[in-house]
């Protein structure tokens, strides 16, 4: 059902995006709002976000407050004390913190949305019964253990390893993991180790991944001091040691040898979160700017009024539009069941992350020599933003995530044609379609038609939308041809795929969302279609760009130079070339 998957096989699957996803009633939209309210003004009147940097973490009293609202277990389960929030009422708390705190928001997202989620998704009924209200009203910190020193995207290759006991009663663990979230705090960590399992197909043993419940009561766990961090200031950061940690069997999560599985579902689930906290953020930058535009007097004039200011305003608003509407499309999809969406919420981390970082130094420009000074407070979010470019999932390694996935799924397509080319007559059906799709493709008739899903002031931004999937799927198509199991090392090509279906993506969801807005009457409905309009026409001319950039030897001729450049630069520990005045 994944819209984006489908997209590499250049099939459209709508129901994901349109219409757009409405998960919550009315009764549930009020219980969100009756739980953000209160959030709101605690945020509004009570905290500081330059005192809990100072500090080092939020003060004793706001802590305690939000652990009286109820905000370490905002989506727990009632029964353990939870909020039993929805993904997207925890996308509407998320937008909350992230227009206040970014640091604040690392201390309650790695807690919840990772920290005691693997619990939640895969604890057996005992490990829920124990350890979920200790995390959710119990005032016990839960951190995610999974980063090492030699292990950072690529978790497969932790060395932490838990061998088990002779009696099968128990595990030792030995290792250590870097830049824990609450590492210093935490008393419960969910931490990934390799185990020796037996193969179940060969007999043989092998070490796989293997995640564990692990509290520092255990005994043998220790931290590190406090990282000294360029931003989110306000989380503690740290390494944990773990020497000979006895580890019950019974807290082994989600089964021996699935560990890997496990962490890369915990990320996953929690990927929209990050948009929609983002959203937040921009939100707050863009008032900022706003405020400025609309008093600062140059040229005896307000600079609202010159073009290159209006340029970047909205700009940022498109941004901040797409952000939020990705983010409350995944946690819809999410709240009616979906379990098809890891390329959608993997897409909307990266896009989130790089357009939070745009807005905030658009409006530190905007702002001038103001926006640099601490005072106006854009120094310290676009400090703490940094980070959200490089944890749960660095963005260049998640745009080869979603590129790669999305081609082992396009390329099963062309087995499944290989495989009725060698039975034609018991597979006509399956070739003349395939067979006329493409042809039509190819002359740019009869392709992608997302006019049937939009409002009629949306048909032409639709159209644009449409063309560049169709370009899309012959760009997939013809590198799997080309390359097959080598595209793989192709990553100057895989990098525009992914930025192509990124740029696909936000059209379709804003275009869905935007017709929602005419259709319902809303009265953001005309300023929604402007923006809609806006991002369709410069999206769709950057995936013509970089998919030109596929197929063109030119292009690719660059790519090999640009490699060449880089082996250069490498070999000579930095830069080559030396001063302009010196001749040798």
């Not at 727990?76 to 997207?88: D, V």
């Not at 959203?279 to 863009?286: D, E, F, K, P």
């Not at 983010?327 to 959608?344: P, V, W």
Request: proline share 3%; aromatic share 8%; charged share 20%.
């Amino acid at each position: 059902m994944s819209f984006m998957a489908n997209l590499f096989r250049g099939e459209i699957e709508p129901a994901q995006i349109f219409p757009y996803p409405e998960a919550a009633d009315q009764e549930q939209r009020e219980y969100i709002q009756s739980l953000a309210d209160p959030v709101h003004r605690f945020f509004a009147e009570r905290y500081d976000a330059v005192e809990s940097e100072k500090l080092g973490g939020p003060t004793e009293a706001t802590t305690d407050a939000l652990w009286e609202m109820g905000y370490y277990g905002l989506m727990g389960p009632e029964e353990y004390g939870g909020l039993n929030l929805s993904n997207t009422g925890y996308a509407t708390m998320g937008d909350a913190v992230g227009a206040v705190d970014l640091g604040l928001a690392v201390v309650l997202g790695a807690h919840q949305s990772i920290g005691w989620k693997g619990i939640l998704l895969y604890g057996t009924e005992e490990q829920k019964r124990k350890y979920l209200p200790m995390v959710m009203i119990g005032k016990t910190t839960a951190a995610f253990a999974l980063t090492e020193p030699s292990s950072g995207s690529d978790a497969g290759s932790i060395r932490s390893k838990a061998v088990k006991s002779s009696c099968g009663k128990y595990y030792t663990l030995n290792g250590s993991k870097l830049w824990i979230t609450g590492g210093g705090i935490a008393n419960v960590f969910t931490v990934f180790a390799q185990t020796e399992v037996i193969d179940s197909r060969t007999g043989q043993k092998r070490d796989k991944v293997t995640a564990f419940i692990v509290e520092r009561g255990f005994g043998g766990l220790t931290s590190g001091p406090p990282e000294d961090k360029m931003g989110i200031r306000c989380s503690n950061t740290t390494e944990v040691y773990f020497d000979d940690v006895k580890i019950p069997a019974e807290n082994v999560l989600g089964g021996e040898g699935n560990g890997f599985k496990v962490a890369m579902n915990i990320l996953n689930n929690g990927r929209f979160g990050m948009a929609a906290t983002l959203a937040g953020t921009m939100r707050a930058c863009i008032a900022k700017a706003t405020e400025h535009a609309n008093t600062r007097v140059q040229f005896g004039r307000k600079i609202k009024d010159f073009g290159n200011v209006q340029e970047k305003l909205a700009r940022m608003a498109m941004l901040q539009y797409v952000t939020q509407t990705m983010a409350y499309t995944i946690a819809g999809n999410m709240d009616k069941g979906s379990t098809d969406y890891h390329l959608e919420a993997a897409i909307s981390k990266v896009f989130s992350s790089e357009a939070a970082w745009h807005v905030c130094d658009e409006a530190i420009q905007i702002l001038g020599g103001n926006g640099f000074m601490k005072a106006t407070g854009l120094e310290k979010v676009l400090r703490d933003l940094r980070i959200y470019k490089i944890f749960e999932g660095a963005n260049d390694v998640l745009r080869l995530f979603v590129a790669l996935t999305g081609i082992q799924y396009g390329g099963s397509h062309l087995k499944e044609l290989q495989k009725a080319f060698k039975h034609p007559t018991a597979n006509l059906g399956l070739i003349f379609k395939e067979g006329s799709r493409r042809a039509a493709r190819s002359f740019g008739v009869g392709g992608t038609d997302l006019g049937q899903f939009v409002a009629e002031p949306l048909k032409d931004s639709a159209k644009h939308c449409s063309e560049s999937i169709d370009m899309f799927a012959l760009a997939v198509e013809s590198l799997l041809i080309k390359f097959g199991k080598r595209i793989v090392d192709e990553q100057f090509l895989l990098t525009r795929l992914a930025d192509s279906a990124i740029d696909i993506y936000a059209m379709a969801n804003v275009l869905s969302r935007a017709t929602r807005a005419v259709e319902n009457n809303l009265p953001s409905a005309e300023h929604e279609v402007l923006m809609t309009k806006a991002w369709c026409i410069e999206a769709s001319s950057r995936v013509n760009n970089n998919l030109k950039r596929v197929n063109k030897r030119m292009h690719l001729e660059n790519f090999t130079t640009m490699s060449h450049i880089a082996k250069n630069i490498c070999d000579n520990g930095g830069v080559v070339q030396k001063l302009p005045l010196e001749i040798n």
